[in-house]
């Protein structure tokens, strides 16, 4: 089954802030240099776009 695309739409209120944040702490973090670790924020970024996609495929 292919993977559904993600739209702003597919995301709850709450997921987007929270994408907003994590978006702003790897920047911050970016500008630290290139050595910094982002794995960690990148699993909760990961993390949420799955429960989009699976709310997605169920069709709510």
């Known amino acids: 089954m292919a993977t559904p695309d ?3 739409g597919d995301y709850t209120t709450s ?3 929270r994408l907003t944040w994590l978006i ?3 920047a911050k973090r970016g500008v630290a240099g290139d050595a910094v670790d982002l794995s960690d ?3 909760k970024f990961d993390r949420i776009q799955t429960q989009a996609r699976k709310r997605k ?4």
């Open 15 to 17: 997921e987007k802030a």
């Open 6 to 8: 993600l739209t702003a």
């Open 24 to 26: 702003a702490r790897m």
């Open 41 to 43: 924020l990148q699993h």
């Open 57 to 60: 495929q169920q069709g709510k």
